[in-house]
């Protein structure tokens, strides 16, 4: 018990756990999210931010994949170089950095969720099972309500 939570009491520490929990509605379903304490969100952020090098090269991998088959016919739109390819100008390590990104942002807060069957746990859970489960659309959605629940801005914390 904390020195805080010592001071406010044990009714306030029976109770502890339903002020870390905020709830939003999709689609018609109620979800519930676990607020992460301070420490919580930046290791969330720093996973984030930091994708895993192995990641992105597995998912670079399967973007280029498709692409070898123009590597030796000189294509305009596609320039290959020692590490990387470009498709007209853009290139696809720096773009499956971004979706490495987006892909563990997608997770991160989605393993927030709460699971309303007891004993669930979705800590070990990966992208792939949750793009089984839902288009990026909803994805994204569910994330963008995660991230306000979270964090709310100003003006949601004033209602105004």
């Known amino acids: 018990m904390t020195k805080l939570g010592s001071a406010l009491g044990s009714a306030y520490e029976a109770k502890r756990k339903d002020l870390l929990i905020r709830k939003f509605e999709l689609g018609g379903h109620t979800f519930k999210v676990r607020v992460p304490l301070v420490s919580e969100s930046?290791?969330?952020?720093r996973r984030i931010s930091e994708p895993s090098s192995d990641r992105i090269n597995s998912i670079y991998q399967s973007m280029v994949e498709p692409l070898m088959q123009f590597?030796?016919?000189?294509?305009e739109s596609f320039k290959f170089?020692?590490?990387d390819v470009?498709?007209?100008g853009r290139s696809m390590r720096e773009a499956a950095k971004a979706k490495c990104i987006t892909e563990t942002r997608i997770t991160e807060f989605i393993k927030l969720l709460v699971p309303e069957i007891e004993n669930e746990s979705l800590a070990d859970?990966?992208?792939e099972?949750?793009?089984?489960?839902w288009p990026?659309?909803?994805?994204?959605?569910i994330c963008e309500k995660i991230g306000e629940v979270i964090s709310p801005t100003y003006r949601e914390a004033r209602k105004n």
């Open 42 to 45: 930046d290791e969330i952020y």
């Open 71 to 75: 590597k030796d016919e000189g294509a």
């Open 81 to 83: 170089t020692d590490d």
């Open 86 to 88: 470009l498709v007209e």
């Open 125 to 127: 859970l990966t992208y």
């Open 129 to 133: 099972e949750i793009e089984v489960e």
């Open 136 to 141: 990026l659309s909803v994805q994204l959605a």
